[in-house]
């Protein structure tokens, strides 16, 4: 797990900073309208003006407090942490969406598990082989025949949709 | 009277239809695995699931999510008893006393006690829903848009000050929901927002990728950063399940004063369960006659609480199926669920649509009796579910919740949004962040936007007619209090340090 470290609150009110100066600048795009007859800008402008000063002030906060006190936990709230699971997990369901259509559900669904499984176990890649592929097949079973979802199909899932019976 | 008995009794006959009698009691099990399991609770169960409830009718989605938070209550106080593990948030307080009952042997007796404890609590809880969201509906179904926006306001400022940790943090939080809650076409005015161009942004971002990542991709991501521990499980004798007659005589009580001060405090915007349990365990010790005992594995340390937190349940309905406004995140998924299937909660969904109202009732009920019939004696067999390793079980959600998400409106961007809230959640919580109030703002923000812009074209864009009106007036100076009393109790403090 990433620390609660001033370093990180640092960066976490630099992120909340920028999304509210970018949702603030939007906001003007909009047609802001009267009191009396409010456009579809009013709240954004209203909402982005708000965050825009209490991330600004969260920033100056965490930005200026005491650097003693920042250098005595700096470091110390991330040793030990599994970096590697959660990077692997993070990544599977960033690529899974870019994976789905061309490489087909079951596919795309058994490298995303494997990959997990893989990452996490890594001893075992025959077992974690066949229990990404036995979900790929269970869900792809569960969700097409019983829910009735339409996934991105090719040869494999015809065959399986059809023995499934 | 009468509209209640007969509304339940037609609610028992829907409820106790084979296929609602199946998903009450799917819920009820799936609720205890997620609670036993540590991390996953029922708003991480709620989440993963929503979309499996797309196969079925409204009616059976919330029968399943029902048995979902109420299994979820009762598992996690299995863990807390026998582990000294907490499976959610609401179970900690379990752990002080009923694992010192373990450690003496009385396991069993306060297993039992939780769950007697949780079905009176929930049939307490569902009269008071009964009661209390027919006559809120009445009242509902009169207040326009400047009440509404109130009720949001308010609803949102007592979530910022209950949810715990940095007030700065809560306010960004609420604000950052809100403004997700702006993207997609204004319905008002025609307008896109946000959009880019991108036409699937153009509804909205969906609530279910944001909530799936939130609170179950960033649940796993938090989970696998930990290393993994083997659990010795304890077994349960069937025979030491019996509390003795002088703990049933104490914890009974308990039971009865948890329920009540329980469904209370569900009424409240904020983690209401997890408050309540609090609040009993302090109002059991102080009012009880050995003191001294809590901590050591006082019975009413258990059965309060446990009480407490199954009340809360039932008491945190009442916002969602009187006002349509959803004070918890878990409310917050019931909502999602409700609107997948095009319905709207509200005070005309009870008149409307009645039939479901009075099948949630009854299925509550019916799944509070199927938590106590099936998980005592099953208890050793939910707890070793501890054993399956973390390294399986998760990739094995983070796949479910990918289908999940995908398989409501085939969206790639969907996906792509589970990806993103999942690691924003993540991050959110790794800096202690609480991001049960974006996930309220951004559901209830478009309705207080919404209430806000008809208030000002109704009152001319006089904001003085929208704030003074009497429940208007009561329900501002309600929110202010929760900012002004703090104050005054510390400077009163001050005066006497």
Redesign the interface.
């Known amino acids: 797990m990433i620390g609660n470290t001033p370093r990180n609150h640092k960066i976490i009110a630099l992120f909340l900073f920028g999304f509210a100066l970018f949702y603030f600048l939007g906001s003007f795009r909009l047609k802001m309208g009267t009191l009396k007859i409010p456009g579809p800008g009013l709240i954004p402008v209203v909402l982005g003006g708000l965050l825009v000063f209490c991330s600004g002030f969260y920033l100056y906060r965490v930005a200026f407090q005491n650097r003693r006190e920042s250098m005595g936990k700096e470091g110390s709230a991330e040793g030990g942490r599994n970096y590697r699971a959660i990077a692997g997990v993070l990544a599977c369901t960033l690529i899974y969406p870019f994976i789905l259509e061309p490489l087909k559900f079951i596919l795309a669904t058994f490298s995303a598990g494997f990959l997990m499984l893989f990452l996490l176990r890594p001893r075992r890649p025959f077992s974690s082989g066949l229990l990404a592929l036995s979900l790929a097949v269970g869900a792809f079973l569960i969700f097409s025949r019983l829910f009735g979802v339409a996934f991105p199909s090719g040869f494999l899932e015809n065959f399986i949709f059809r023995i499934g019976g | 009277m009468l509209e209640i008995t007969q509304g339940l009794l037609g609610g028992f006959a829907t409820a106790l239809k084979p296929l609602y009698l199946y998903y009450a009691f799917l819920g009820a099990v799936l609720g205890t695995i997620t609670g036993v399991l540590p991390g996953l609770g029922p708003l991480g169960a709620m989440a993963i699931l929503l979309s499996?409830t797309?196969?079925m009718d409204a009616t059976g989605a919330m029968i399943l999510f029902a048995g979902i938070y109420y299994g979820a209550m009762y598992g996690g106080s299995t863990t807390s008893i026998l582990l000294n593990i907490p499976g959610e948030a609401a179970s900690v307080v379990t752990c002080i006393d009923g694992y010192k009952m373990a450690q003496k042997g009385r396991a069993g007796a306060a297993l039992t006690v939780a769950a007697v404890g949780s079905f009176i609590a929930g049939t307490i809880s569902i009269l008071g829903l009964m009661v209390v969201a027919l006559f809120l509906s009445d009242i509902a179904l009169r207040f326009g848009p400047a009440e509404f926006f109130a009720i949001g306001v308010c609803g949102l400022v007592l979530l910022m000050r209950l949810s715990g940790g940095s007030l700065?943090?809560s306010?960004?939080m609420i604000?950052?929901g809100?403004?997700l809650g702006?993207v997609g076409v204004?319905f008002?005015?025609g307008?896109e927002?946000?959009t880019f161009g991108n036409v699937e942004l153009g509804q909205g971002i969906d609530f279910l990728p944001v909530a799936m990542g939130i609170f179950g991709?960033a649940e796993?991501?938090?989970t696998?950063?930990?290393?993994e521990s083997l659990q010795t499980v304890q077994k349960v004798k069937m025979r030491d399940l019996l509390p003795t007659a002088k703990e049933w005589k104490r914890s009974i009580p308990a039971m009865f004063r948890g329920s009540f001060l329980g469904f209370a405090i569900g009424l409240v915007p904020g983690p209401s369960p997890v408050i309540a349990t609090f609040v009993s365990y302090i109002s059991e010790k102080r009012f009880s006659k050995n003191p001294e005992e809590f901590g050591e594995g006082a019975i009413e340390g258990v059965a309060g609480p446990e009480a407490a937190n199954n009340a809360a349940v039932g008491g945190a309905y009442v916002p969602l199926f009187a006002l349509g406004i959803p004070f918890t995140p878990a409310m917050a998924m019931v909502l999602g669920a409700l609107m997948l299937h095009g319905l709207t909660p509200g005070p005309n969904l009870i008149k409307e649509k009645s039939e479901l109202f009075w099948a949630v009732m009854a299925s509550m009920y019916i799944g509070n009796f199927m938590l106590i019939v099936l998980n005592l004696p099953l208890v050793n067999v939910f707890v070793s579910i501890l054993r399956v390793?973390k390294?399986?079980l998760?990739?094995?959600i983070?796949?479910?919740c990918?289908?999940g998400v995908?398989?409501v409106n085939?969206s790639?961007?969907d996906?792509?949004m589970?990806?993103l809230f999942?690691?924003i959640g993540?991050?959110?919580r790794?800096?202690?962040?609480q991001v049960a109030p974006l996930i309220l703002a951004m559901v209830i923000g478009p309705m207080i936007?919404t209430s806000?812009?008809q208030a000002?074209?109704i009152t001319?864009?006089n904001?003085g007619d929208m704030i003074f009106r009497p429940i208007c007036l009561t329900l501002y100076i309600l929110a202010s209090l929760t900012f002004v009393v703090p104050l005054i109790m510390k400077a009163i403090r001050k005066g006497k340090g």
Request: charged share 10%; hydrophobic share 65%.
């Open positions: 499996f797309l196969s700065l943090q306010f960004i604000l950052v809100m403004a702006t204004d008002l005015a307008t927002r946000f991709i796993v991501l938090t696998v950063a930990e290393k390793p390294n399986i998760m990739p094995v983070v796949i479910i990918m289908i995908y398989s085939s790639l961007l996906l792509l589970l990806a999942g690691f993540y991050i959110l790794a800096v202690g962040f936007e806000l812009r000002l074209n001319g864009g904001i």
